[in-house]
């Protein structure tokens, strides 16, 4: 039975436009992919004909082709295209194994429940948040979480959850936080960071929180 | 841990190296089916093989054959010799072997990418296939019951006539034809194809890949072929083929789950998949477990 809680997988800025990319979530090999200009989809990293990962597959138009025979897929998952035989309408049967994909906060996240009843993290407003950076930690999602905790910012921290998989700190009057975790495997995570306030509006003050994260990762990781 | 081998499987002729491997008077030590063997080479076409119990020490004698640049053998009693191929005796064909080339995979699924056309214009872009010609015509499979063998039969593809250096050194045209061949599956780890000739309709090249599973997902490739070619040296032909080789290798190493789903909805067949679906009936009819998907389901 899957939790019905929304995951965070990645930064959006970070899913190029046609692009494949391959994440673990949670011990899942999934695919994140765009079109030239369409929505970011995330599937299952399997090709149903053939077993081959999608993550290494190769975009066109808004199309993601698989590497081993070419199929085409449209963002909704379905088989567009089977080139072996083209004047071949393909079944609906055919189908990438597809996940709900929503962005929220500059983050994607996804959900792997069947019923996906429970709502997005909610740390208000959507707008104003700017993307900083991701960082790994060898060590898991619960740990992770404990060790952000008792970060020092240089300022009172006011820490609130934001659902399962986030983390909303405000640091100081000029910055505002949102780390979404997402759990890879027992021994690995990511932290996927946005901000909001002052102290993000310049370009030196976003570089500045990067390499503190960074900071506090290498701090974390030694701990 | 050890899986479970099926008698079916532990019964084959299996390839175990190829000749010119190892030296007169030389041994060798590699596994099959989990199984630790030594090789010892007595002379050219003559090779003692035993079983390595756990402390390295010889345990029983197993059947040895050098056959088609490879040699074989098996862990129990082969119900049936090894495959004919004559083509091998034919003096005025170009023989050789690629060697061994190891691959992370069910040896199944080394098969089914041999058997396999439609993957020739992606993967072997310009040397197999051309990106814009990419139908493969219906053609016909059988099981021939007297060999126990899948044939798939007229299988026809548009290749390219030369290598895509030639046509680019000739003004870039890429010419390109129409060939035809049957594939032939002797066993669950050996496989060949028969490819018409443009010179004499009466021959064709034939090229083999027999597979030594070290383990379920793990093997031994040995490619060999007796080609029809009097231009081409065979060093030639072998660079050719490990460079398609290794082409198919990053495939076959990335597909997932390496062992191979039997379940024909778990992996969904198309048209040019018949020969496919043919060889995983075939497999699951003779109830073989031993590198397939199906057990971890059931």
Not at chain 2, 72 to 97: M, N, Q, V, Y
């Amino acid at each position: 039975m899957t939790i019905d809680s929304w995951i965070p997988i990645g930064l959006e800025s970070q899913i190029q436009p046609a692009s494949s990319n391959p994440v673990i979530v949670e011990g899942r090999s999934i695919a994140v992919w765009r079109g030239d200009d369409g929505p970011v989809s995330v599937w299952e990293d399997r090709c149903p004909h053939r077993g081959m990962p999608l993550s290494m597959g190769f975009v066109r138009g808004n199309t993601l082709h698989c590497i081993y025979h070419g199929w085409g897929y449209a963002s909704d998952g379905h088989c567009t295209n089977i080139p072996a035989h083209p004047d071949l309408q393909p079944p609906k049967t055919i189908c990438a194994n597809s996940y709900p994909s929503r962005s929220r906060y500059g983050i994607v996240w996804t959900n792997f429940s069947e019923a996906q009843l429970s709502p997005l993290p909610d740390v208000g407003v959507e707008d104003g948040w700017t993307s900083i950076r991701s960082i790994y930690l060898s060590k898991s999602a619960e740990k992770a979480s404990e060790d952000i905790l008792k970060l020092n910012f240089g300022f009172a921290a006011d820490t609130k959850t934001a659902g399962k998989n986030a983390l909303s700190i405000q640091v100081g009057p000029d910055l505002e936080l949102l780390l979404a975790i997402q759990p890879i495997d027992a021994a690995k995570t990511g932290v996927h960071v946005v901000a909001k306030g002052p102290a993000v509006a310049t370009a030196a003050g976003r570089l500045k929180l990067a390499r503190g994260l960074e900071h506090h990762r290498n701090k974390m990781e030694a701990s | 841990m050890t899986a479970i081998v099926d008698t079916a499987v532990w019964n084959e002729w299996i390839a175990c190296g190829w000749v010119g491997q190892i030296a007169a008077g030389a041994s060798h030590v590699t596994t099959v089916l989990g199984q630790k063997i030594r090789i010892t080479c007595v002379d050219e076409n003559s090779y003692e093989i035993v079983a390595l119990t756990d402390d390295q020490t010889a345990g029983r004698r197993l059947p040895a054959k050098a056959r088609f640049c490879c040699i074989f053998t098996s862990l129990g009693d082969p119900t049936r010799d090894l495959p004919l191929i004559p083509e091998f005796e034919e003096s005025d064909r170009k023989i050789g072997c690629c060697g061994g080339i190891g691959i992370r995979t069910s040896p199944y699924r080394i098969i089914e990418n041999f058997i396999d056309m439609a993957h020739f214009s992606f993967v072997h872009t310009d040397l197999l296939g051309l990106s814009d010609k990419t139908e493969v015509l219906t053609y016909r499979t059988e099981h021939r019951a007297d060999v126990d063998e899948i044939w798939a039969i007229d299988c026809m593809y548009v290749q390219p006539l030369r290598s895509k250096a030639v046509n680019d050194v000739e003004g870039g045209k890429r010419e390109s034809h129409m060939t035809t061949r049957d594939y032939r599956i002797m066993s669950p780890f050996s496989v060949m194809l028969y490819r018409a000739t443009d010179s004499d309709p009466t021959r064709s090249h034939a090229i083999c890949v027999f597979v030594q599973p070290v383990s379920e997902t793990e093997c031994l490739a040995y490619m060999t072929f007796a080609y029809l070619v009097p231009g081409s040296s065979v060093s030639n032909l072998v660079d050719f083929q490990q460079a398609v080789f290794l082409q198919d290798r990053v495939i076959l190493e990335n597909q997932r789950p390496a062992l191979l789903p039997l379940d024909p909805t778990y992996e969904l067949p198309t048209k040019a998949d018949a020969s496919s679906i043919a060889f995983r009936r075939w497999l699951k009819r003779k109830n073989i477990r031993y590198g397939t998907y199906e057990k971890q389901a059931g």
